[in-house]
């Protein structure tokens, strides 16, 4: 009896190819609410930037103490320290700039930084990663989430056509922080307060849900805030208010007691 040549071992799935770092500048800083700044980054390194979907991602590197700004990443070497996960929002190519909002949660380099942000202050930006694949022919959106997530929502509701219908359920700190959301659409947006306890994530979007009832069938379900709520408030939609689960995208944004949680969690574990 002959014997079989062994199979040959698959192959090790190659590490995700890390983006080339862009230097950027700061030359403006918004106040949206007293915990939400924009703040536009301009420089030369964003040529070729370009965003096709809503809701994409980018990693934002800041200056580490004591530094007056980051030290440029080597395509080999180690992961910076003060990296984070944040949406571009109006990308102007012409102009080599783009937007990007920050919430002012405290402790933490991003929010750190942001809250004391100034003209001329350096970054460096790599990406974009992928984003929400939108169906435009669907005739209603469900977007919930927390303040982590208005800088996506604002992207997706900037994509959808007039003949769409919009509902925006987000979870901010207090009334402070509302403010108008710009679309084609026809958009509801509803606020709801949790206080500065972040413990209570995800509480009062579970309340509202609840109370708000099964959303349309054809509805289609974008779903962003902490990890933990995300899943809970998924489960309430296929299990209590009747969602296929084909219908939600869900993203967990950040996660009580993790530090720059991963960009990739989908709460479908």
Known sequence: MSTLPASPSAPEAAPRKRRPPRRVQVT???????????????GAELEGFEVNDPACYMKLIFPEPGQAEPERPLPDGPRPKSMRTYTPL????????????????????ASTWAAQAQVGQVLFLMGPGPGYKLA??????????????????????AALPASAQAQVLVEVVDAGE???????????????????????????????????????????????????????IRQLLIEELGVERSRIVGRGYWKLGTVNHPDHDYGED
């Open 28 to 42: 403006r800083v918004q106040t949206l609410s007293p915990l939400m700044r924009r703040i536009t980054l301009q």
């Open 90 to 109: 109006a990308v102007r190519a012409d102009a080599h700039e783009v937007d990007v909002d920050f919430v002012l949660h405290g402790d933490g380099p």
């Open 136 to 157: 435009l022919d669907a005739p209603a959106h469900l977007l919930i989430g927390d303040d982590s997530a208005l800088p996506a929502f604002e992207t997706i509701l």
């Open 178 to 232: 509302e403010r108008p959301l710009q679309s084609a659409a026809k958009v509801d947006a509803r606020w709801v307060a949790r206080g500065a306890d972040n413990t209570q994530a995800g509480q009062a979007l579970e309340a509202a849900l609840r109370r708000a009832g099964a959303p349309a069938t054809d509805t289609r379900v974008y779903l962003a805030c902490e990890a933990a709520a995300m899943r809970r």
